[in-house]
């Protein structure tokens, strides 16, 4: 195994089994929360390519409008994190009750975002290509 993947696969182990008081924002990483929408974003709705945004303490989804946090439980129409203006919440069925306002805090303050907003990664997840054996998509490969 290269040290690098064993590297990954030891913080990922950390991230969903360390010893830790079981809560979401310690147990389910944003990180991977995150990702997991973005996968399940492209392969259920009529989009392209989506954004994982991760900042030096919080990560979210954006789809090219709108920035999805589910770690919090909502999403900001219009909005790509870290902005300045922050629209309305509006919150998500299913996802509503993760909210607490000492993590919104935290994340979207006007010093926290002024703080990450140089230091900002953009991980693009896009669908390249589809193979499913009809004869529209014969010609186009994923890999």
Request: aromatic share 14%; proline share 3%.
């Amino acid at each position: 195994m290269q040290p690098e993947v064993q590297e990954i696969l030891d913080e990922l182990k950390f991230r969903l089994f360390a010893d830790k008081e079981v809560g979401l924002h310690n147990k389910l990483s944003c990180n991977l929360v995150s990702a997991m929408f973005a996968n399940l974003f492209l392969s259920h709705k009529n989009k392209s390519k989506v954004f994982i945004i991760e900042s030096t303490n919080h990560a979210v989804v954006y789809d090219g409008k709108d920035t999805w946090d589910i770690n919090l439980g909502f999403v900001l129409r219009n909005y790509r994190y870290p902005e300045k203006h922050i629209p309305t919440l509006e919150f998500l069925p299913h996802f509503k009750h993760w909210y607490q306002q000492k993590w919104f805090d935290t994340y979207y303050s006007s010093e926290n975002r002024e703080l990450v907003k140089n230091n900002i990664l953009v991980k693009e997840l896009k669908i390249i290509g589809v193979t499913d054996g009809t004869k529209k998509e014969k010609g186009r490969k994923a890999y």
